[in-house]
């Protein structure tokens, strides 16, 4: 495991050498937030009613707005050629990069959320399902995320091209999220909602790596 870890920890270095591009996702996330209330009014109740939906949605297009590193780096300085030439399970350190990407990214969007969501009025029974959603949610949009930023290795304009990838296949997982809140805000079940999530991030587990190394032997030739 110790190559693995080694790309983990090398990739945790590079985001607190370059913590800037993490200071840009999370003002991107607050500032999409804030600027809902300027748009629709201060009333509590509007608010509180589209809560759910916009937390999710900065929350996917901030991560969204992170994925051109997670994988650039790497193949404009032939790491990435390394990575297909070695003895070393591809697949591993593809989910190691995606750890770490999620540890930098996915997690303080979720630490800031209930902040956002409290400035929003979403009613207090509503916290835990937004923070555990976002829990199963933002590794699952990492991994989708990774086989965009894999897939458009070496393209011009490769952001946009993400975005048209992925965008679609988000929305899903933001649908069981905002789901999950509006059902505990309402006295329903929202555990339905939070086992798919658990389920589609399982599968994505088990989907995303194998793609994203396909990617990769794509790119590299």
């Known amino acids: 495991m110790r190559p693995y870890l080694a790309t983990f920890r090398r990739d945790l270095r590079f985001a607190v050498r370059h913590s800037a591009d993490t200071a840009v996702v999370l003002a991107f996330f607050v500032v999409t937030v804030i600027?809902?209330?300027?748009?629709?009014?201060?009333?509590?109740?509007?608010?509180?009613?589209?809560?759910?939906?916009?937390?999710?949605?900065?929350?996917?297009?901030?991560?969204?707005l992170s994925l051109d590193r997670l994988f650039a780096a790497d193949f404009e300085d032939g790491t990435v050629d390394l990575f297909l030439t070695g003895r070393n399970s591809l697949l591993l350190i593809v989910l190691a990069k995606c750890a770490a990407h999620w540890l930098t990214t996915g997690l303080p969007l979720i630490i800031l959320s209930p902040v956002l969501a409290a400035m929003l009025h979403l009613p207090a029974a509503g916290y835990l399902m937004l923070a555990l959603g976002l829990l199963f949610g933002t590794p699952m949009l990492t991994l989708i995320g990774a086989v965009g930023a894999a897939l458009v290795l070496g393209a011009r304009r490769g952001g946009v091209?993400?975005?048209?990838?992925?965008?679609p296949l988000y929305i899903p997982v933001l649908i069981f999220g905002v789901l999950s809140i509006d059902a505990v805000i309402h006295a329903a079940d929202p555990w339905p909602h939070i086992l798919l999530l658990a389920a589609a991030l399982l599968a994505g587990l088990a989907i995303a790596p194998p793609a994203v190394t396909l990617a990769l032997r794509s790119a590299a030739e």
Do not use: D
């Open 35 to 64: 600027l809902f209330p300027l748009g629709v009014g201060p009333a509590a109740g509007t608010l509180a009613a589209i809560a759910p939906g916009v937390i999710w949605v900065a929350a996917l297009l901030a991560t969204l």
């Open 161 to 167: 091209l993400i975005a048209i990838l992925v965008l």
